[in-house]
Nanobody, 126 residues
Framework: VQLQASGGGLVQAGGFLRLSCAAS????????MGWFRQAPGKEREFVTS????????SYADFVKGRFTISRDNAKNTVYLQMNSLKPEDTAVYYC????????????????????WGQGTQVTVSS
């Protein structure tokens, strides 16, 4: 499967962006999807995840109440709505797909995801 992320950009603090991640090849509805981010000099970190049907969602504490993940299996796309953006949200954002997560707790680990998008830069100015 190939993942194509888009929607990043430069925004002022308090602003919003909507990221999209479109999948091609493979059966999108069978993939557990996640968003991660990586700031310069830092490790890639978990942001949010959504299960196959969209009924089970998880967020990192630092985005709860500000970010919303969703998916449209008919369009083979997962979205990340980011509101109330802060300068510390500045990072490259990656979408990822897992074909067999095995355990729900594994969603936090980048190593458990099989496919990655190319990343989209999000820059939040103060």
């Amino acid at each position: 499967v190939q993942l194509q992320a888009s929607g990043g950009g430069l925004v002022q603090a308090g602003g919003f962006l909507r990221l999209s991640c479109a999948a091609s090849r493979g059966t999108f509805s069978s993939y557990f999807m996640g968003w991660f981010r990586q700031a310069p000099g830092k490790e890639r970190e978990f942001v949010t995840s959504i299960n196959y049907s969209g009924g089970v969602i998880s967020y990192a504490d630092f985005v709860k109440g500000r970010f919303t993940i969703s998916r449209d299996n008919a369009k083979n796309t997962v979205y990340l709505q980011m509101n109330s953006l802060k300068p510390e949200d500045t990072a490259v954002y990656y979408c990822a797909a897992a074909t067999n997560l095995r355990t729900y707790s594994a969603r936090y680990s980048p190593a458990r995801y099989d496919y990655w998008g190319q990343g989209t830069q999000v820059t939040v100015s103060s």
